[in-house]
């Protein structure tokens, strides 16, 4: 089995986070704290560290957008899953755009949980089905305006350009591989290559770019 991930879970509900945290222990995680209010969640991740912080939208104290803002501020590196009731497209947006790497409703089965924990780790957006079209869509419709090719901006191969159009819809990894026809060490070098020739640093910053230039289409 891999390394399992540090994480840290933020509910107020009590019994719905010991479960998630007994959930993510049975699968081999590392679960370094839990907390049931924001700013003593913020508190804690600074000195817990953890890779991944499972947050709830909805705390007694603060909104799970600010808790993610508190969070990036002492982890610049940490990733953000939210795990809330709510659907509701601004909730995911404001989530996103705080600097969440990944949204999931609670109705989400287990396994997908687990699987979106494994994927926040290594950076890619992930989305409960039907969200990631939500947020394409929310991105396109605030975007100034369609981007205009800048004549200084660095110059992406067509292949380049295939895989970041397919990061752009939310797909793994693996699915691109598989799409293209490609190995999954192919991707993640055309990836790699494409994050350090437009000067970005994850795969959330590298889907922001492509959708503010309609490339999700």
Do not use: C
Request: hydrophobic share 45%; net charge neutral; proline share 5%.
């Amino acid at each position: 089995m891999s390394t399992g991930v540090r994480v840290m879970v933020v509910d107020d509900h009590p019994m719905w986070r010991e479960g998630v945290a007994r959930d993510l222990t049975e699968a081999g995680h590392l679960v370094v704290a839990t907390s049931g209010e924001g700013r003593q969640a913020v508190r804690v991740a600074a000195a817990a560290r953890p890779a991944v912080v499972v947050l709830d939208l909805q705390l007694p104290d603060i909104s799970g957008v600010e808790v993610i803002r508190g969070l990036r501020a002492v982890l610049p590196e940490v990733r953000v899953l939210m795990l809330s009731a709510s659907g509701e497209p601004q909730s995911v947006l404001d989530a996103v755009k705080a600097g969440a790497t990944g949204y999931l409703v609670k109705s989400a089965a287990p396994a997908e949980f687990l699987d979106a924990v494994r994927r926040t780790a290594a950076g890619e957006p992930v989305f409960t089905p039907g969200l990631a079209g939500l947020v394409l869509g929310e991105y396109r419709r605030l975007a100034v305006g369609p981007a205009t090719p800048d004549a200084a901006a660095p110059r992406l191969t067509e292949r380049e350009t295939e895989v970041l159009r397919l990061v752009a819809k939310g797909m793994s990894y693996k699915q691109i591989a598989e799409r293209l026809g490609l190995s999954h060490r192919t991707v993640q070098n055309h990836v790699q290559n494409t994050l350090g020739k437009l000067q970005l640093h994850n795969r959330v910053e590298l889907t922001r770019y492509a959708i503010e230039r309609g490339l999700d289409d």
